[in-house]
């Protein structure tokens, strides 16, 4: 995973999340603004690093102008995120949370008053394991913690009632109440 993450040019882009924080779809890895920022930085270096070359064929030409076209690219990345409003974070009207028994997972839907918020994630899956749940809760949008959460409250009901040989049941609804 950090390899990847490490090795990654972000090649789709980076998509705005709660927190003023940026993602990328490939590989995942949060970045602020500042991070956005080394990473144009990193690749003006590369592309100095190219034009600095001095005895310059070919393959050094074609060489320093990919790092320009990538430059370019990394700065049009930049420029939109900068220009992307700071929403703040809409709170969620209603949680449901279904377990799925094929895969063993919990299915998290959040519900949002309308209109819907451009940035609220409205669907996430979780294996449903503790440690998978509590996994989500350094996640960095709140309402994937809100969500992770009930999971966790959800998961709990569950294991108690298979103690007590008493069917658990396969979904419940929190509302804003219990959040
Ligand atoms: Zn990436």
Redesign the pocket.
């Known amino acids: 995973m950090e390899n990847v993450?490490e090795n990654?040019?972000?090649?789709r882009g980076l998509g705005a999340v709660p927190g003023s924080r940026f993602q990328?779809p490939?590989?995942?890895?949060y970045l602020d603004l500042e991070g956005v920022e080394q990473w144009v930085w990193a690749a003006e270096k590369s592309r100095d690093e190219a034009y600095s070359v001095v005895e310059s064929d070919e393959f050094v030409q074609i060489l320093c102008e990919e790092w320009q076209q990538e430059v370019y690219r990394r700065r049009k990345v930049l420029y939109e995120l900068r220009n992307v409003p700071h929403v703040a974070i809409a709170r969620p009207e209603m949680i449901l949370i279904s377990y799925d028994i094929a895969e063993e997972a919990y299915e998290c839907r959040i519900f949002y008053k309308e209109p819907r918020p451009v940035w609220g994630t409205d669907r996430i899956r979780v294996e449903a394991a503790l440690d998978a749940v509590l996994a989500l809760r350094s996640h960095p949008d709140p309402n994937v913690r809100l969500a992770s959460s009930k999971a966790e409250e959800f998961h709990n009901l569950r294991l108690r009632l298979v103690e007590q040989n008493t069917p658990p049941p396969s979904r419940r609804v929190f509302y804003q109440n219990e959040f």
Do not use: G, K, Q
Request: glycine share 0%.
């Open positions: 993450a990654c040019l972000h090649l990328c490939v590989c995942n890895v």
